[in-house]
T-cell receptor
Framework: DQQVKQNSPSLSVQEGRISILNCDYT??????FLWYKKYPAEGPTFLIS?????DKNEDGRFTVFLNKSAKHLSLHIVPSQPGDSAVYFC????????????FGKGTLLTVNP | EPEVTQTPSHQVTQMGQEVILRCVPI?????FYWYRQILGQKVEFLVS????????KSEIFDDQFSVERPDGSNFTLKIRSTKLEDSAMYFC???????????FGPGTRLTVT
């Protein structure tokens, strides 16, 4: 039962270019979406989020886009830096379900110098 | 900056033994969670805790699992009789009121032999 899907297990980009990470969801009850970054042997670190009533949220180099009709969101990182190399998890939440997070499987981003 | 802490970082135990994983959430947060990540798989929700009681639990969280907030700062996960398949990273997370962004601890690696 994959309510949140990240279909690309890995992505490799050159430093300075744009990284685009994608996420799809199936549960229309989700009302908030989050991206977490995770390094090996560490916990997930909150990166950026978006409410279901918006279609874009920007924070510095990071922008998240939400297409509700397609049940799709994406994370754009511009410009990509080697320090961005990590696993990125898409997560979804529903305020009616105690705000628990449902995670995708993650995408390993590698930014090459 | 306040952070969620977890101890121990690594716990090795024999099958059938009891383990207690400890967490200190961020002090003004009201919602507390446990998640786990089996190697190579996605982060999975186990249980949420609010107002001194379990608010939601997953199918994974069976009678072998329990949670407690014994004082104003600690939040513990107990596994009564560990199985091999309990081997995973266990993450504690906390959430303040009127927010969606959960903050995660660094995790406890549980190895059941």
């Amino acid at each position: 039962d994959q309510q949140v899907k990240q279909n690309s297990p890995s992505l490799s980009v050159q430093e300075g270019r744009i990284s685009i990470l994608n996420c799809d969801y199936t549960n229309s009850m989700f009302d908030y979406f989050l991206w977490y970054k995770k390094y090996p042997a560490e916990g997930p670190t909150f990166l950026i989020s978006i409410s279901s009533i918006k279609d874009k949220n920007e924070d510095g180099r990071f922008t998240v886009f939400l297409n509700k009709s397609a049940k799709h969101l994406s994370l754009h990182i511009v410009p990509s830096q080697p320090g961005d190399s990590a696993v990125y998890f898409c997560a979804a939440s529903n305020s009616g379900s105690n705000y628990k997070l449902t995670f995708g499987k993650g995408t390993l981003l590698t930014v090459n110098p | 900056e306040p952070e969620v802490t977890q101890t121990p970082s690594h716990q090795v135990t024999q099958m059938g033994q009891e383990v207690i994983l400890r967490c200190v959430p961020i002090s003004n947060h009201l919602y507390f969670y446990w998640y786990r990540q089996i190697l190579g798989q996605k982060v999975e929700f186990l249980v949420s805790f609010y107002n001194n009681e379990i608010s939601e639990k997953s199918e994974i969280f069976d009678d072998q699992f329990s949670v407690e907030r014994p004082d104003g700062s600690n939040f513990t996960l107990k596994i009564r009789s560990t199985k091999l398949e309990d081997s995973a990273m266990y993450f504690c997370a906390s959430l303040r009121d009127r927010a969606y962004e959960q903050y995660f601890g660094p995790g406890t690696r549980l190895t059941v032999t």
